[in-house]
């Protein structure tokens, strides 16, 4: 059974930065998108960025682009979400989510509202001075 637990959240004030992981275990989810989301209150769910764990490549929402990086650790079998520049408007549960590249892309499960295989628990980013 695989398990995502989400780690890295925390209070910071605008300008700081953040990184969080999203660990898995029960398989090395080698040919899977791996993405990071982040819903606030009153707010639709928005993915922030993914990542296919088959060939890298990445894809980040415009409100990433320029301060956040995804990255993955193969040996820790970790995705990371490294948020600098943090903004109010970033105050979130971000958590992140798996599905397999046989059934979406990156850039797809970043944009729609679709079905993951696997999430994980959610942590509290709040951005406040």
């Known amino acids: 059974q695989v398990q995502l637990v989400d780690s890295g959240g925390g209070l910071v004030q605008p300008g700081g930065s953040l990184r969080l992981s999203c660990t898995a275990s029960?398989?090395?989810?080698?040919?899977?998108?791996i993405g990071w989301f982040r819903q606030a209150p009153g707010k639709e769910r928005e993915g922030v960025s993914c990542l296919s764990t088959s060939d890298g490549t990445t894809y980040y929402a415009d409100s990433a682009k320029g301060r956040f990086t995804i990255s993955r650790d193969n040996a820790k079998n970790t995705v990371y979400l490294q948020m600098n520049s943090l903004k109010l408007e970033d105050t979130a549960v971000y958590f992140c989510?798996?599905?397999?590249?046989?059934?979406?892309?990156?850039?797809?499960?970043?944009?729609?509202?679709?079905?993951?295989?696997?999430w994980g628990q959610g942590t509290q980013v709040t951005v406040s001075s």
């Open positions: 029960g398989d090395t989810l080698d040919y899977y998108a």
């Open positions: 989510a798996a599905r397999s590249l046989l059934f979406t892309s990156i850039q797809t499960m970043c944009t729609r509202q679709t079905p993951h295989d696997y």
